[in-house]
């Protein structure tokens, strides 16, 4: 019976798949759930081989119709049409500029492994297809990617020349193992080869210099919501991105926890954080200016509602080091100086490892799961009075640098 569109407007699902012929060796399969696909079947020295045009009624039958004709002939001239089309799929793929390679590394590789895909894809859009992004993917050169880290170096950003490279690096391997491209131009640059070494930062607030970011950040030039998410992290010490991403669904204002999600921590476990008075205080304002948002930092310019950008805190801060005084400051710097201050004051280095989220080292962390939920909260109860000590005073002058209770300076 020769297929024609009444015919197939009204084939039906069965429990199982049937074909319905039409000439030629051109039918559709028809599945469990009701999809007509146009098919072609033929043999090549006595093995069988089918090939799919595509579904109805996305694809005509005249169209399918067409495309079997050409797949015949193709035959008759002793080409396979289903390896003839591979090879013009791989070819296709190989005309890939760098910004489609983007999308398809963000489509199939980032958005589906990591927690946090925006953030790559901010470094892949501002430094790569910026640079990179009209080019042909199979024709960049190793001296095409040296040349668009060095321009990263140039501008003073020699660690997010190592980001760069090293997510570049890995957007190549994807391309190259999926046969877009024979040789990856990133294959003999290291992480740290155009950046540098990168060496763990030192740096830490006094507590003078806690008092001049708590008062002098309040006359920096950005958000409101951005000043108060700060003073949240050297509050609580958790990371940049756990507040940025963070939900209001996440914060229990009866309990007074903090619930970090396995999707937002680092080591993809859950995290539970509990929230001092000043902590409290913090977050209630937050809420003020978020409005109806579900997140606890919303962009402030984009429509929808979605958070702001990963990278918008630490450009924030940035901009205004100079005003604040603090020429070395960062988001991560809060962290650690939460850390160091917190053993200044004498809590226990495990439980401060907890407060971080950290994973217990060694033979600790085998033997040991006990969550120390009593000790953490009472590290933050006096931190959260401490700060409120060093906040007290009417000038910086007048706020002491407390030597550490285990004094263990050389003698």
Not at 19 to 41: H, K, M, P, W
Not at 161 to 186: D, H, V, W
Not at 265 to 271: A, I, L, P
Request: glycine share 6%; charged share 30%; with cysteine.
């Amino acid at each position: 019976m020769a297929l024609n569109d009444k015919l197939l407007r009204n084939l039906k699902a069965r429990d199982a798949r049937y074909e319905v012929a039409d000439a030629g060796g051109l039918s559709v399969r028809v599945t469990a759930t009701g999809t007509i696909t146009f098919q072609y079947r033929f043999r090549i020295e006595g093995k069988q081989h089918r090939m799919d045009f595509g579904n109805y009624p996305d694809l005509s039958l005249a169209d399918a119709r067409e495309l079997h004709r050409n797949a015949r002939n193709k035959l008759a001239l002793g080409t396979n049409p289903i390896e003839e089309k591979r090879v013009l799929e791989v070819t296709e793929r190989r005309s890939l500029t760098v910004a489609e390679l983007v999308e398809d590394f963000m489509k199939k590789e980032i958005r589906v492994t990591r927690k946090r895909p925006l953030y790559a894809e901010e470094i892949l859009n501002k430094n790569v297809v910026s640079v990179l992004g009209k080019k042909k993917a199979k024709d960049v050169s190793r001296r095409d990617i040296v040349e668009m880290l060095e321009a990263v170096v140039a501008r003073g950003s020699p660690v997010m020349a190592n980001r760069t490279g090293s997510i570049t690096k890995q957007m190549f391997s994807f391309a190259q193992t999926r046969g877009y491209l024979e040789n990856n131009p990133c294959s003999n640059i290291t992480r740290t080869s155009i950046g540098g070494q990168e060496k763990p930062k030192e740096y830490f607030l006094t507590y003078q210099e806690i008092w001049k970011f708590w008062h002098g950040i309040e006359k920096a030039n950005f958000s409101e919501s951005l000043k108060i998410a700060l003073k949240i992290l050297l509050t609580t010490g958790q990371r940049r991105c756990e507040i940025i991403y963070g939900e209001w669904a996440q914060i229990d204002f009866l309990k007074e926890r903090w619930i970090i999600p396995v999707s937002l921590s680092k080591n993809g476990k859950e995290h539970v954080v509990h929230l001092a008075p000043m902590a409290i205080e913090l977050f209630k304002l937050l809420k003020s200016y978020s409005g109806d948002s579900k997140y606890l930092v919303p962009s402030p310019v984009l429509e929808e509602d979605v958070p702001i950008s990963e990278r918008a805190i630490n450009r924030a801060v940035a901009r205004n080091r100079d005003e604040l005084g603090l020429k070395d400051l960062s988001p991560h710097v809060l962290r650690h100086t939460f850390s160091t201050k917190l053993s200044g004051l004498g809590v226990a280095p495990h439980v401060i490892e907890k407060l971080l989220n950290h994973q217990l080292g060694g033979m600790f962390a085998v033997y040991n799961h006990h969550p120390y939920y009593a000790e953490r909260k009472a590290a933050l109860l006096l931190w959260s009075s401490k700060l409120e000590e060093i906040l007290a005073a009417k000038t910086i002058d007048s706020v002491i640098e407390e030597p550490d209770l285990f004094d263990d300076s050389p003698s």
